[in-house]
């Protein structure tokens, strides 16, 4: 080997140690040199201070509307105007957040769990097991997401827990069809093989071995699936299938807003402006924790230079 070839070699390693640089500095750290990372959790974290701090940052009591000011235009001290109960409709849209975090967050955490169980079964075992689980989740997938939902709402009744069950309940065979595949794939892979052989439980596997494995295409799903969890609630909200007023939400409040919408437009403003922020922020933070998982790629979001 001659010296020019080592400092061909030498410099071409050059760019996949400058690539993988950003991997050790961890996950989060990787995801924030990520644009679209950085913007996504800017968006996840207004709301997330909103949803906890909302009843103190609220200039007005989102509840409580003053008659006077009924149906009043944007102004100085109404930014978004009032609803037709006086009410501050900026008051509202950040009250709001609670429940559309809280929505997003939980039903997509109970789906996300429930799924990947089963599809890890289904996977793992196969045969029969995996024919019933799958043919389960296929009868779930015959119907319309939205039209599943209202159904599962109309028997359990109104309220936020039904509305979480109902939206969870809806979208766990999306991760139970991605975690069966992950599953399928390793399966028959020699690690498990060896794991086997050594005499190791079953359940050991399946938490140890096999879980892992399923994890990352789970994660990028999830984040992706809270932005159409949110969507699906303000549909049921509505519809009047959410939560019981006074409680605001913005699917309630632009079904308000609709009544309204030749005397006062600018009522579907400050929810609709909330909601496609919330999903764009959901969107966009899927895509790039994708970007930062995916081994070809490298924390910026460009693909990684390989040898």
Request: neutral net charge.
């Given at each position: 080997?001659?010296?020019?070839?080592e400092?061909?070699v030498?410099?071409?390693?050059?760019?996949?140690?400058?690539?993988?640089?950003?991997?050790?500095?961890?996950f989060?750290?990787?995801?924030?040199?990520?644009?679209?990372?950085?913007?996504?959790?800017?968006?996840?974290?207004?709301?997330?201070?909103?949803?906890?701090?909302?009843?103190?940052?609220?200039?007005?009591?989102?509840?409580?509307?003053?008659?006077?000011?009924?149906?009043?235009?944007?102004?100085?001290?109404?930014?978004?105007?009032?609803?037709?109960?006086?009410r501050?409709?900026?008051?509202?849209?950040?009250?709001g957040?609670?429940?559309?975090?809280?929505?997003?967050?939980?039903?997509?955490?109970?789906?996300?769990?429930?799924?990947?169980?089963?599809?890890?079964?289904?996977?793992?075992?196969?045969?029969?097991?995996?024919?019933?689980?799958?043919?389960?989740?296929?009868?779930?997938?015959?119907?319309?997401?939205?039209?599943?939902?209202?159904?599962?709402?109309?028997?359990?009744?109104?309220?936020?827990?039904?509305?979480?069950?109902?939206?969870?309940?809806?979208?766990?065979?999306?991760?139970?069809?991605?975690?069966?595949?992950?599953?399928?794939?390793?399966?028959?892979?020699?690690?498990?093989?060896?794991?086997?052989?050594?005499?190791?439980?079953?359940?050991?596997?399946?938490?140890?071995?096999?879980?892992?494995?399923v994890?990352?295409?789970?994660?990028?799903?999830?984040?992706?699936?809270?932005?159409?969890?949110?969507?699906?609630?303000?549909?049921?909200?509505?519809?009047?299938?959410?939560?019981?007023?006074?409680?605001?939400?913005?699917?309630?409040?632009?079904?308000?807003?609709?009544?309204?919408?030749?005397?006062?437009?600018?009522?579907?403003?400050?929810?609709?402006?909330?909601?496609?922020?919330?999903?764009?922020?959901?969107n966009?933070?899927?895509?790039?924790?994708?970007?930062?998982?995916?081994?070809?790629?490298?924390?910026?979001?460009?693909?990684?230079?390989?040898?």
């Amino acid at each position: 080997m001659t010296l020019d070839h080592e400092t061909d070699v030498t410099s071409a390693l050059v760019p996949v140690q400058a690539a993988r640089k950003p991997r050790q500095q961890g996950f989060l750290a990787e995801l924030l040199r990520h644009k679209g990372g950085a913007f996504g959790l800017a968006v996840l974290a207004l709301f997330v201070v909103l949803a906890l701090f909302g009843r103190v940052l609220t200039p007005y009591d989102p509840n409580v509307g003053e008659l006077v000011s009924t149906l009043s235009a944007p102004s100085s001290m109404h930014w978004f105007g009032t609803d037709e109960l006086g009410r501050d409709t900026l008051s509202r849209v950040i009250d709001g957040s609670r429940i559309a975090i809280v929505i997003a967050f939980l039903s997509v955490a109970i789906a996300s769990v429930v799924g990947v169980v089963i599809g890890v079964i289904a996977g793992y075992f196969g045969g029969v097991v995996d024919t019933v689980l799958n043919r389960s989740q296929d009868v779930l997938f015959a119907f319309p997401t939205l039209l599943l939902a209202i159904i599962i709402v109309a028997v359990l009744g109104q309220g936020l827990f039904n509305a979480v069950l109902a939206i969870a309940i809806v979208y766990t065979p999306r991760f139970a069809r991605i975690a069966r595949a992950s599953a399928l794939s390793i399966r028959t892979s020699e690690y498990l093989d060896a794991a086997r052989l050594a005499g190791v439980r079953t359940p050991t596997i399946l938490a140890r071995h096999m879980l892992p494995n399923v994890l990352p295409s789970v994660i990028v799903l999830a984040a992706l699936s809270m932005s159409t969890a949110q969507l699906a609630y303000a549909s049921l909200s509505f519809l009047g299938l959410g939560v019981s007023p006074p409680q605001a939400d913005w699917g309630s409040m632009l079904s308000k807003a609709r009544d309204f919408i030749t005397v006062a437009p600018w009522l579907v403003i400050g929810p609709t402006a909330a909601l496609v922020l919330l999903m764009l922020g959901f969107n966009v933070l899927g895509d790039a924790i994708r970007d930062v998982m995916d081994p070809r790629h490298s924390g910026s979001g460009k693909p990684a230079t390989t040898v």
